[in-house]
């Protein structure tokens, strides 16, 4: 069992717990259940969408960050087999860097895109803002100072889609390797079935099965570098069964950066609580981030979008031949 904690009652303990595991299930929080309804459906209504279609909204320029994103199947570091995300970038526009950040775009082939998805952007937002809150406290002598690090930052709404696998990578792969999460928070907000698990503190694999209206936080790397490691990053898996391969998946998740330029170096307070040393180097996030992606974000994405219109053409060549006979 993952531990539940009602943040109405519990905001005491709600840092500590997530300081013990890495992660916990909150609920009594103010997401509307209505709010993720309609971002899945706008998911269901989205990658049912013809691929030539999707495919618009894969922009390599703007590094993926904002809109469509393919991933083939193959050996990476998400999952065994093809998987699709949009993901919605952080709308705030505050400071005068905000230009450098890519636009969001909004498919017009689905009604209410924008709406929806911004909806419940800004109310997984305010939860993360309260829970950074918690932690910055523990942390500095400023409560605002992890919230004030995520405002026009290149944090992203993800909506996740796993087709039915392909009968050879059914039987013997994961959905999603074990990883942590480069972030600082993952916010876990739901999806259409199970499979999430959660390494706990004494090694055991534990799914995250969610009940109505809970929602699961994670720490991320980023937050275990700033923390000095008193919040660890907590290792995740998506696995498969034979009969939920068979069936498309959807999740959605806010995954929590700060800006780019921020230092990622332990914080001093964190230091003196974890020490005597720095247990982290002083890097940025983007540079962290770049670092753990390992190539060049610019050659990731442009080597995602040729496979992309490598499937499309390859699709279009098949049904030529289809129509033929
Ligand atoms: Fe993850």
């Known amino acids: 069992m993952i531990s539940s904690l009602d943040i109405r009652a519990n905001r005491e303990s709600l840092t500590e717990t997530l300081r013990t595991h890495g992660y916990v299930a909150l609920r009594g929080h103010d997401i509307d259940k ?3 309804r309609n971002f899945q459906q706008l998911a269901e209504n989205f990658f049912a969408l013809p691929l030539s279609t999707k495919a618009q909204y894969f922009d390599p320029n703007n590094g993926a960050l904002a809109g469509y994103l393919r991933i083939p199947g193959g050996d990476d ?17 505050l400071s005068d860097k905000s230009y450098l950040r890519p ?28 829970l950074l809150g918690h932690v910055s406290a523990t942390l500095t002598s400023d409560a605002n ?5 995520i405002d026009d930052s290149w944090t992203a709404l993800r909506m996740m889609h796993y087709p039915p696998a392909s009968a050879e990578v059914a039987a013997e792969k994961l959905r999603g390797q074990e990883h942590t999460d480069i972030t600082m928070l993952t916010l876990f907000l739901g ?15 534990q799914p995250a099965n969610l009940a109505e209206g809970e929602v699961l936080i994670a720490c991320g790397e980023m937050l275990e570098r700033l923390s000095n490691g008193l919040f660890r990053a907590v290792p995740h898996r998506v696995v498969q069964s034979p009969e939920s391969v068979k069936k498309q998946r959807f999740s959605f998740t806010l995954f929590v950066a700060p800006r780019p330029e921020v230092s990622l170096a332990p914080l001093a307070q964190a230091i003196e609580q974890n020490g005597p040393d720095a247990k982290y180097e002083d890097i940025s996030s983007g540079q962290y981030l770049a670092q753990r992606i390992g190539l060049g974000v610019v050659e990731l994405v442009a080597g995602l979008r ?20």
């Open 34 to 36: 209505t709010a993720i």
């Open 77 to 93: 570091h998400y999952s065994s087999d093809v998987c699709e995300f949009w993901n919605v970038l952080c709308p705030t526009q």
């Open 103 to 130: 636009q969001n775009p909004w498919p017009s082939e689905i009604n209410h895109f924008k709406e929806t998805s911004l909806a419940l952007y800004s109310q997984a937002d305010a939860l993360v803002h309260e």
């Open 145 to 149: 100072y992890l919230p004030g690090l």
């Open 191 to 205: 999806g259409t079935d199970e499979g999430l698990e959660i390494l706990d503190a004494d090694g055991h694999w």
């Open 306 to 325: 040729a496979a992309l219109d490598q499937e499309i053409a390859h699709s279009e060549t098949h049904l030529a031949a289809n129509t033929a006979n």
